[in-house]
């Protein structure tokens, strides 16, 4: 499985950026794809889930509101579309797959330790 996030870039606080991650190797829609962070001198953080069929979301509390992620699971992407972002939304941020059985999404989902595989990661810099 390979992952390639892009999309990142410099926006002031308020704006909007919108993420992509082009999934192959293997069939996207048997997947859980994930969205971590990792800000300059933290741990990585969970963002934000989607289930395999995009029924089911789950977002970190800080996000929740302004973040939308979403997958078209015809072309092997996933998006995260993120909205009045903070400053405190700096950071690199990495799309994740976890390959699953199960349908919906569990408690594991917020989990990086849940995913296998791991893109390049794309910083995302909001100034104030």
């Known amino acids: 499985v390979q992952l390639q996030a892009s999309g990142g870039g410099l926006v002031p606080a308020g704006g909007s950026l919108r993420l992509s991650c082009a999934f192959s190797?293997?069939?996207?829609?048997?997947?859980?794809m994930g969205w971590f962070r990792q800000a300059p001198g933290k741990e990585r953080e969970f963002v934000a889930a989607i289930s395999r069929s995009g029924t089911s979301t789950v977002y970190e509390d800080s996000v929740k509101g302004r973040f939308t992620i979403s997958r078209d699971n015809a072309k092997n992407t996933v998006f995260l579309q993120m909205n009045s972002l903070k400053p405190e939304d700096t950071a690199v941020y990495y799309c994740?797959?976890?390959?699953?059985?199960?349908?919906?999404?569990?408690?594991?989902?917020?989990?990086?330790?849940?995913?296998?595989?791991w893109g390049q990661g794309t910083l995302v810099t909001v100034s104030s």
């Open positions: 994740a797959a976890d390959p699953t059985y199960n349908i919906g999404l569990g408690p594991g989902s917020v989990l990086a330790e849940k995913y296998d595989y």
């Open positions: 190797g293997r069939t996207f829609s048997t997947y859980v």
